[in-house]
């Protein structure tokens, strides 16, 4: 799909499911400040918005992972797009807790899964990689072939990067901070002079504005 960031970020910023306030920064749950919050859940509420993120990760899969045979999604917010990504390719479906259930059979990966089965990991938002890898490990635990994850968005953290590198995982996204950030200059979403605010978070969010 031609120009596949951009027209993501494009949803996303019209749904209100990225928002940017460079002045007016937001407080993530490990306490960090930052410009940007995202919440990809909202994605769920518009049909136009959901089948395009579908249709994006289907096609992916389709032309270059055409032997997947197992969509996995990471709970919470990949649960759907990922079921969604499954049954449009007619695939089976599992997905990953963060944590092992406490009570019954204390499953970390929910659905029937087999050894060797060539997978595909399917993630809403990559910030650091720590959640997002934990799935991954869960999953080759199980002796799935993890092929890749495919995000609707990451930051592009260098340490996620790096995270990923390590663990031999591939990582594609339908969008991310870059093609945002250049989409909401062009769009009059942020002004000129708030790119290297936004800029300088991306290079160093731990210890931004500290």
Known sequence: MENLDTLTAEYLLKI????????????????????????????????????????????IIKT?????????????????????VADALGLPFVYVRSANKNHGLENLVEGVCSAGQKTIVIEDLVSTGQSSLKAVSALRDLKCDVKAMLAIFTYGFPVAENAFKEAGCTLKTLSNYNALIDLALKTGYVKESQLETLKNWRKNPENWLN
Not at 20 to 36: D, H, R, V, Y
Not at 66 to 73: H, K, N, Q, V, Y
């Open 16 to 59: 209100n499911a990225v928002k940017l306030q460079p002045e007016n920064p937001f407080t993530w749950a490990s306490g960090w400040k930052t410009p940007i919050y995202t919440d990809n859940r909202k994605t769920l509420s518009y049909p136009e918005v959901r089948t395009f993120l579908k249709n994006g990760f289907a096609e």
């Open 64 to 84: 270059q992972y055409p032997d997947t045979e197992l969509i996995a999604g990471v709970a919470t917010g990949a649960i759907a797009v990922g079921a969604l």
